[in-house]
């Protein structure tokens, strides 16, 4: 057992201890401290030098990147891939469930996430209920195991939701008109739920420390019976959760944040907040950020009074903004959905990007860790044929932690060896399918 | 309707009249836990193993059944079962398909009337309490089919809801339901039904896991709670008593399904976390999961229903790599599951003819899986792992006297059971029933010959 131990302890020493990675002559979009021709190593995981002259160490990896363009990996802060499970729809309050419950690895989005780029995402609960379950931050690292995923040092998030979602299981409508109701069905039950909640999280959260005050003094005491459903609400409450709200409407985010400070929480991002342009400066005063679509809107009566400015005009009256995908294909081409931002509201280049890496970084206080290309921060890259606010631009490679996740030249090259398998697979069923049938299974044809 | 009635007094005085003691001699015995013994004698008394040897005295009241070109092993246990429980709907029909207990098969919760439930707190889809032992009956027609396929015992398990209830251990003969019990309590079956979206809780997977985590919670709590009260109730309100917490509370283990490695992995988790003693089963796919499980110690249950190519699909579609290498590599789990010393046992998700019952076992051996281990994975192996190896499982004297004796080795497609013995009493197999049409396991029905 021990000696086991031990060999793994070595094997992991001898994989970071791999060589250094040095990427030449690419363009190095840092987002944060400018954009230069140049170089990156990376050891240890980390990004070690950044400049226009680095001198390679002995036995580094040399991956040249002439003509290409080297960025901080994308972050999306509203996804819901690699999970499976999503929604608890059955009860307003949900906060007993989670994402870490249900992460899954072998999620075949994951790879196509990589593939456009993206490292770090934010794996959010639906939005049917006011207060919905608890999200993890998980990095795409493709083929380890659910728990080698979790973004460690990330704080965990919870999801809320207002407007139409939450109350719809309310309304006796569409096919739901024999449904057994839910309570609520307008904003101001959604209101009221998530007041609720909070007061009874804020009881909760009393009886413990009263416990805990006897136990401190020596008392015999009976511990209060421990609450799933509260206790996420209680760490909302000592900061210790970060709250990730879906919103639309002026009106519900306003009512949202007042409720944050009656009962002293924060909201840490408004998520999809397709009228934020118009509360932008309480949102900003607030501290709160703000992550949202470029030019997705008109799905629902909600999503209406949306315009594509609403991610600069937002920028500009100092919220901390972000792009998000809400979508597995979305999540392909966020760079993309950046690059609209130049056109619809004027941002520069380095504004834009910030949108999709440092940005989403500081909405889930990772920024210390990911989001830009500076000395010490993890090695999370994606390189680009061409400038990435291009939309010819393709996605080369990915590094997660300085380790390659995704090659296109090797993807590429290693499809013909995958196709000749599944056809030996297909061909391999076919016979022991023939082998059980007698007569070569010819019996099932109708005679001539 | 006299002569009727006079058969059945026959056949009463008959079971009267049974021999106390059988000897099965010159037989090949395989013993399950300790070598082959190439020509010997079993000796049973009062349902019981007296002695197994090759220098057996057989004493003058043993009628005599003569095992030349016999092989004797012990009666195959069925390690997940609802054998005996006639209602008990099977995990294959439930799930319209039950390939392998997946942890992602959404089943319908029983049907209710109630309202829907708003929280653990309505202790929604549990019937922790209920336990098989009190259900089980001799009259379950399945029975027959079972035994003349070799089994002699099942671990039969209410199968509906999140904590269905208590699954027991069975012999496969007796005149009433308590005959059969050997032992009455041996696990919870847990499955991760939801009601879907837009029913009550939970809805989801991840409302499941949650329900359970706060059972598991509640049920410490509530035991804790009791203690104290029943230490000084005077002056002291009394805990609310709560059966859906006093049946998981009594379940010396919790049987958790799993599919996939994902589920392998986050269900072995879980267990740690809740500080239960589990048993995984389902594991189609074991044969990607052996690093997680060596390492854990927990055993696992197999699924004998190998995943198969959905019937009536469209020929054109074809399935992807993963689907395509699951149902290649899901009969070599047994295999490697042998090879990394991961303690498992094979359950028969309720495939009871014996042809298709030997095929699926079979197609393990085939992919790797010694003939020996076969017989152990059905024998010794599920015994131990639901604690009653001390009377079960083996041919050992004093063991209960389970046998089946067949003509060639077990698991073949042309092994002939001869004999089963449940509790020392002599059955002969019944001829197996023909496949019902368009069966899974692929024999063509008359309706394709023509």
């Known amino acids: ?448 | 309707m006299k002569r009727l009635i006079l058969a059945l007094v026959a056949v009463a005085a008959l079971h009267a009249e049974l021999p106390s003691a059988i000897a099965i001699r010159n037989a090949r015995i395989v013993p399950a836990n300790s070598p082959t013994i190439a020509r010997g004698t079993v000796l049973l008394r009062n349902g019981l193993i007296e002695a197994v040897g090759t220098d057996v005295q057989i004493p003058a009241d043993a009628w005599v059944v003569e095992g030349d070109g016999l092989t004797v092993y012990p009666g195959l246990i069925d390690s997940i079962s609802t054998l005996g429980l006639p209602n008990a709907v099977t995990t294959a029909a439930a799930t319209g398909g039950g390939r392998g207990g997946g942890a992602n098969v959404i089943q319908a919760a029983p049907a209710s009337t109630a309202p829907p439930a708003r929280g653990p707190e309505d202790r929604p889809s549990t019937t922790s309490w209920e336990k098989a032992a009190d259900e089980v009956k001799p009259t379950d027609t399945r029975i027959e089919a079972a035994r003349s396929a070799g089994f002699t015992t099942a671990v039969s398990f209410p199968h509906r809801g999140i904590f269905a209830g208590q699954g027991a251990v069975v012999d496969l003969a007796g005149e009433k339901g308590g005959d059969m019990v050997v032992a009455p309590s041996v696990g919870q079956y847990v499955t991760l039904t939801n009601s879907g979206f837009g029913g009550g809780y939970p809805g989801s997977l991840m409302g499941s896991i949650a329900y359970i985590r706060q059972i598991y919670i509640d049920a410490d709590y509530y035991q804790k709670a009791k203690a104290k009260y029943a230490a000084n109730p005077r002056g002291n309100p009394r805990p609310a008593y709560d059966r859906a917490l006093e049946g998981v509370i009594d379940s010396p283990r919790v049987l958790i399904p799993v599919s996939r490695r994902i589920d392998v992995d986050r269900m072995l988790r879980f267990a740690t976390e809740l500080k239960v003693k589990a048993i995984l089963y389902g594991a189609v796919e074991g044969y990607r999961s052996a690093d997680l499980l060596k390492s854990a110690g927990v055993p696992v249950l197999v699924n004998l229903r190998w995943p198969e190519k959905a019937r009536d699909t469209d020929p054109e579609e074809i399935d992807n790599m993963r689907v395509l290498e699951n149902r290649d590599k899901a009969p070599s789990t047994p295999a490697v599951f042998a090879k990394n010393g991961i303690k498992f046992a094979l359950y028969a998700d309720g495939i009871e003819r014996r042809t298709d019952l030997y095929r699926a076992v079979k197609r393990a051996i085939d992919a790797g899986l010694s003939q020996d281990d076969a017989v152990r994975a059905m024998t010794i192996w599920p015994a131990e792992i639901y604690g009653v190896a001390d009377r079960l499982g083996s041919i050992e004297k004093g063991k209960i006297a389970n046998l089946v004796v067949t003509k060639g080795d077990l698991f073949q497609d042309k092994t002939e059971v001869k004999y089963i013995f449940v509790d020392g009493i002599k059955f002969e197999p019944v001829p197996e029933e023909p496949p019902a049409f368009g069966n899974r396991n692929g024999a063509p029905s008359n309706g394709e010959q023509q």
């Open chain 1, 1 to 448: 057992m021990m000696k086991a131990f031990l060999t793994t302890l070595l094997a992991c020493a001898v994989s970071y201890a791999a060589a250094p990675i040095l990427i030449q002559n690419a363009t190095i979009l840092t987002v944060t401290k400018g954009t230069y021709k140049g170089s990156v190593l990376i050891r240890d995981g980390k990004i070690a030098e950044v400049g226009e002259k680095v001198t390679a160490p002995a036995g580094a990896t040399i991956v040249d990147g002439t003509g290409k363009y080297v960025m901080p990996g994308i972050i999306d802060c509203h996804s819901h891939i690699a999970s499976d499970a999503i929604n608890e729809g059955s009860v307003s309050v949900s906060s007993m469930v989670g994402i870490p419950d249900t992460i899954n690895p072998d999620d075949i989005d994951i790879y196509r996430a990589l593939a456009g780029g993206v490292t770090t995402a934010n794996i959010l609960h639906g939005s049917a209920n006011s207060i919905g379950g608890k999200t993890i931050v998980l990095k795409m690292r493709w083929g380890k195991d659910a728990h080698d995923m979790i973004f460690q040092g990330a704080l965990p998030g919870i999801k809320f939701a207002l407007g139409e979602n939450p109350k719809r299981a309310g309304n006796p409508t569409g096919q739901r008109i024999n449904a057994t109701l839910r309570y609520p069905a307008t904003r101001m039950g959604v209101e009221d739920v998530i007041r609720e909640a909070f007061q009874d999280a804020k009881i909760y959260q009393q009886e413990w420390k009263d416990y805990n005050a006897k136990v401190a003094r020596g008392e015999s005491a009976v511990p209060p019976r421990r609450d799933e459903r509260l206790e996420p609400l209680v760490e909302v409450l000592e900061g210790k959760r970060l709250v990730h709200a879906h919103c639309y409407r002026q009106d519900e985010i306003l009512m949202l944040l007042k409720v944050g400070d009656e009962f002293g929480f924060k909201i840490r991002t408004l998520q999809h907040v397709l009228e934020g342009y118009k509360v932008a400066k309480e949102i900003a005063d607030h501290g709160t950020g703000a992550s949202t679509f470029s030019d997705w809107w008109a799905y629902k009566l909600e999503a209406f009074d949306a315009i594509p400015y609403n991610a600069a005009i937002m920028t500009r009256k100092g919220v901390i903004v972000s792009l998000n995908s809400d979508d597995a294909q979305l999540m392909r081409h966020l760079n993309d959905e950046a690059a609209k931002t130049m056109k619809y509201g004027g941002l520069t280049e380095d504004e834009a990007l910030a949108l999709i890496t440092i940005n989403p970084a500081k909405q889930l206080m990772i920024d210390n860790k990911v989001g830009s290309i500076e000395v010490g921060k993890d090695a999370d890259l994606a390189i680009y044929d061409e400038h990435p606010l291009s939309n010819y631009a393709k996605v080369d490679k990915v590094f997660i932690d300085g380790e390659l996740y995704f090659d296109r030249d090797k993807d590429i090259a290693g499809r013909p060896a995958k196709e000749a398998d599944k056809e030996k697979l297909l061909e391999k069923e076919k016979q022991m399918e023939q082998q059980r049938r007698p007569n070569g299974g010819t019996n099932r044809r109708p005679a001539e």
